[in-house]
């Protein structure tokens, strides 16, 4: 099993900075592909980032958001530039053993608990 654990949300204007963390434990030699996904309020959870050999992004952080991935100490992390009011929502850091998922979609196995990020 995997667990993971994000940290670093909070708010702030738009404009700004956020860089969100996701410590993975337990079986970590076994994700294939690690990501975030959201959820606004009212709105259906979408993928918002994923890694795995390559990298994708949803259309709408293009250019302000970017993934890595740290193997060694099994992090996960997404700085995240130039907020906007429309990026406020949940963030959950998500990971798969097999592979990444379509894009756009958010069928990940295993999910952390998710971290609050508001841009006002």
């Known amino acids: 099993h995997v667990q993971l654990v994000e940290s670093g949300g909070g708010s702030v204007q738009a404009g700004g900075s956020l860089r969100l963390s996701c410590e993975a434990s337990g079986n970590t030699d076994r994700i294939v592909c690690v990501g975030w996904s959201r959820e606004a309020p009212g709105k259906a959870r979408e993928a918002v980032a994923s890694l795995s050999s390559g990298t994708w992004y949803r259309d709408s952080v293009k250019g302000r958001f970017t993934i890595s991935r740290d193997s060694i100490r099994n992090m996960v992390y997404l700085q995240m530039n130039a907020l906007k009011p429309e990026d406020t929502a949940v963030y959950y850091c998500?990971?798969?053993?097999?592979?990444?998922?379509?894009?756009?979609?958010?069928?990940?196995?295993?999910w952390g608990q998710g971290t609050q990020v508001t841009v006002s």
């Open positions: 998500v990971a798969d053993p097999t592979s990444c998922p379509l894009p756009g979609d958010t069928d990940f196995r295993h």
